[in-house]
């Protein structure tokens, strides 16, 4: 019999996932093309024709041992020097090799920071709307998420709410931007204010603090909005970062943790990162792909798809009588639901065969999430009955 707290975990298990389940059931039924699934956060965008060439290369050109083997915990040193420089220079920063640890996608990055942090009963404060798993990744090491409740305005975080939740045992912070599942980024002056909270109640409690940066949409960002480097706003940040969506390698599953030198008890933190990634089981990152990333660290996806989509669902849902704050970001529409109930709208979404993701999964009942990382015809399809739905409720 598996444990009590796994059977909880299974019962409740991802509703994106059981989403998309769902729709690979429908396809079967009525068609694939006539099933609009935009459940989940799967890029539709081709990985760049440098990532098939660079594993080709490193294959065949070097001694297998070189590229399958064991290396250090943190990764290959080469590369994570390549990141560093790759990040000092879009950024300004100042990192070295030491600074970089390779994780198995941004997930694995979470779960090593939290591990390395996390005391029973800590606490670790995010916002809603916020991605579902951090519930999971948090609790996996016994500690207690606070979430600040959703500004439904404009999806900026609440930070009159945030500096009353903060105490004591307050560790870590989690701040995900571009957001999922609003598309949201979250602007300077927020970031700014957020870290000048964060610095006065480390001085109160006399207490370290940790902002970890969640970026595996850093590079989807759109109408030329700039999204603040949060290293370069508060000290104790600790980035984690994915290729997955930047390179549309979210089955490869790399990435990296940045844990710059100047934050509390680096060396602690550090050496005990490079101890968790190896005893939560991952003992390093795909060594193959670490060497893929490091050869294709300049290459870039074409996020004008991504565009070209969110224009298009963005502006059609609006005529039909949706409401939405425009996505800066990601690939993600949230929607304002046309009833109260939001999972009984995405169920009467799913008479039209679309699949949508109601906004409970993210702590923000009351909307849902459109992932638009489809191809372009999906959403030209799926606008009758888009349409249709509103007519509904609207009628």
Do not use: W
């Not at 916002?127 to 606070?146: K, Q």
């Not at 970062?241 to 933190?269: C, H, M, N, T």
């Not at 704050?325 to 929607?335: D, I, M, N, R, W």
Request: charged share 20%; glycine share 8%.
């Amino acid at each position: 019999m598996i444990s009590k707290k796994m059977a909880v975990l299974v019962q409740n298990s991802s509703i994106i996932r059981a989403m998309f389940e769902e729709g690979k059931k429908l396809a079967a039924i009525y068609g694939a093309e006539n099933v609009y699934d935009f459940s989940l956060g799967n890029p539709s965008v081709e990985a760049p024709g440098e990532i098939k060439e660079a594993i080709i290369e490193i294959v065949r050109g070097e001694e297998s041992n070189l590229v399958h083997g064991y290396m250090n915990n943190s990764g290959y040193e080469d590369v994570r020097e390549t990141i560093a420089k790759s990040i000092n220079k879009k950024f300004a920063t100042s990192f070295h090799a030491e600074n970089i640890l390779m994780t198995v996608g941004a997930a694995g990055g979470l779960n090593v920071i939290l591990k390395t942090l996390l005391n029973p009963g800590d606490q670790v404060i995010t916002f809603a709307p916020f991605f579902g798993e951090y519930r999971n990744y948090v609790d996996n090491f016994n500690g207690e998420l606070i979430v600040v409740s959703p500004n439904t305005t404009n999806f900026q975080p609440d930070l009159t709410q945030f500096e009353q939740r903060i105490n004591e045992t307050t560790k870590a912070v989690i701040i995900n931007t571009p957001n999922n599942p609003t598309g949201v980024v979250y602007s300077e002056e927020t970031i700014t204010a957020l870290a000048a909270i964060l610095s006065q109640k480390e001085k109160e409690f006399g207490t370290s603090i940790y902002l970890i940066a969640d970026e595996p949409y850093r590079e989807l960002a759109y109408d030329g909005i700039t999204v603040p480097y949060l290293t370069k706003y508060y000290k104790n940040t600790i980035v984690g970062y994915s290729f997955s969506k930047s390179l549309s390698l979210p089955g490869e599953r790399i990435g990296y943790l940045v844990i710059p030198s100047e934050i509390d008890d680096y060396a602690d933190v550090s050496g005990g990162a490079n101890v968790a990634n190896r005893i939560l089981g991952f003992v390093n990152a795909p060594s193959l792909m670490q060497r893929v990333v490091a050869k294709c660290i300049d290459a870039e996806v074409d996020i004008s798809a991504y565009n070209r989509n969110r224009e298009l669902l963005y502006h059609s849902l609006i005529e039909f009588g949706y409401t939405c704050v425009k996505p800066q970001g990601a690939f993600y529409l949230f929607v304002k639901a046309l009833e109260e109930d939001d999972k009984a709208f995405a169920n009467a979404a799913k008479k039209h065969n679309i699949l949508i993701v109601p906004g409970s999964s993210f702590g923000c009942p009351g909307f849902c999430r459109i992932a638009y990382c489809v191809d372009y015809k999906t959403i030209e399809r799926s606008l009758p009955g888009f349409k249709k739905l509103a007519e509904e409720y609207l009628k």
